[in-house]
């Protein structure tokens, strides 16, 4: 079982910055391929951003340019840099992580991010 947990959401002004992190326990998360997901009021939730487990990276064009996910092996995280944020980015953003092995998947709760003046 792996357990995630989001960080790190909060009220932004358009064009501010914020960094959110998912913390993983129970299992490493090398292994894992991480996606962080969105969701906004009336929306489907959608695919941000990936990274494997060799560290290859992949976003929604919507965010090309302006987010980055990483991740940090020592500390079990993986983080969202969010940069130029803009109102659209309004959602509740998820972590997942996907097993390469048996395909299980693992959800966090959440964190919000409100991007308004």
């Known amino acids: 079982q792996v357990q995630l947990v989001e960080s790190g959401g909060r009220l932004v002004q358009p064009g501010g910055s914020l960094r959110l992190s998912c913390a993983g326990s129970g299992r490493a998360l090398s292994s894992y391929l991480m996606g962080w997901y969105r969701q906004a009021p009336g929306k489907e939730r959608e695919v941000v951003a990936t990274i494997t487990s060799g560290d290859s990276t992949n976003y929604v064009d919507s965010v090309k340019g302006r987010f980055a996910v990483s991740r940090d092996i020592a500390k079990n995280t993986v983080y969202l840099q969010m940069s130029n944020l803009k109102p659209e980015d309004t959602a509740v953003y998820y972590c997942?992580?996907?097993?390469?092995?048996?395909?299980?998947?693992?959800w966090g709760q959440g964190t919000q991010v409100t991007v308004s003046s």
């Open positions: 997942k992580a996907k097993s390469v092995f048996n395909l299980n998947e693992y």
